[in-house]
């Protein structure tokens, strides 16, 4: 990415940084994107290893890739690497932050998910993993209330038809066969050609 | 609950089977894979009820790290332990990260142009939607909650208008709500 900064990183730093993700991983109940702020602060306002246009464009670039949303870290980390000296430490760069990232909660998660399997006769096990299913189901309808909302308002006009391509896809895969790809590529062509 | 546990049903024939199913899964996942995962895994293949989703989803929502991470860790390690957890985690970050680093390296500024924007912008409202979708389909669950489905469905509102409307935040709504809605399922149900 040009507009980048020139960094001489020692490996304290790129231990600092991987501690810091390792802690920012335990904290990221909700996922990693809700640790965002968090980043913003540590990357480019207290150490100056990403600019704040680089962290954006890690953030807009993910989402606009197939992916789960966390690849997002491993951007941050690929352009920390490239402000520090190019490719290889860019690739060392990604390793240090995904891996840190990721390392304390799927160990975590999978020896609860493991321990909860193994024990899921219990009534305490089985009351936990039924008793939250109101809880996540509703999660999932206010994460998409809460993306269509922040989506409709990126718009430069026109929020209603935005909502309006949301409701629907809801409804048509909610009740209908339709493939997710067909509508998401409907989406993307509407919007491609000016009329969101 | 344990309705369909006596006759067999699909799952995952191998390791190979579960890193490319999760792979496929998460190329489809534009603005999220959890949409895709629900869709693929519970209506199409049929690996898990929607009963088990919900329970699955529930303890990687729960865990700090990224919940779609972890909900590929859950089902992996569900089928072939260790060794199915390490393949769908493979499965669902090896090739997108390939792709996003093609991306990032040939077409660096490629969001800021306006048809790109705008595509983005039509693909995130359909991709807001599906997740919604994804939550309606998972509400038919409820009807057979041991809370009654009054209860559940009371539970399910209200948490989503403290967290969309009012916009508390998960650590205030998972140790309130959960915990109470536990504590209740926990004297409904036998041991």
Known sequence: MSGGLVLNLQWTDWLSLFGHYLLLSMLSVGGAISTTSEMHRYLVEEH????????????????????????FVALMGWNVG????????AFF??????????????????LAAQWGHRNRELRAVRAFKVGMGPIVIALLLATSWVLANTNAHAAVGGEWKLWLISILSALLIWRTRIHLLVLLAFGALLGGLGLL | MNTSTAQPRPQPRSLADLFISFTLLALQGFGGVLAVVQHNLVEKKKWLTREEFVEEWAVAQIMPGPNVVN??????GRYFGLRGALAALAGMLLVPLMLLLLLAITYAHVSDHPGIAGALR????????LIGASGLKLASTLKTHPLGHVLAIVFCVLTLIVIAAFRWPLYVVLPVFGGLSCFLTYRKIKS
């Open chain 1, 48 to 71: 100056h290893w990403l600019t704040a246009s680089q962290f954006n464009a890690s953030i807009a670039i993910a989402q606009a890739a197939p992916g789960p949303n966390v690849l």
């Open chain 1, 82 to 89: 490239m402000n520090a000296g190019g490719m290889p430490l």
């Open chain 1, 93 to 110: 760069g990604m390793l240090v932050t995904m891996v840190g990232i990721l390392l304390p909660s799927t160990t975590l998660t999978y």
């Open chain 2, 71 to 76: 909900l590929a860790l859950v089902i992996g």
């Open chain 2, 122 to 129: 039509g693909m995130g409202a359909v991709a807001a939607g």
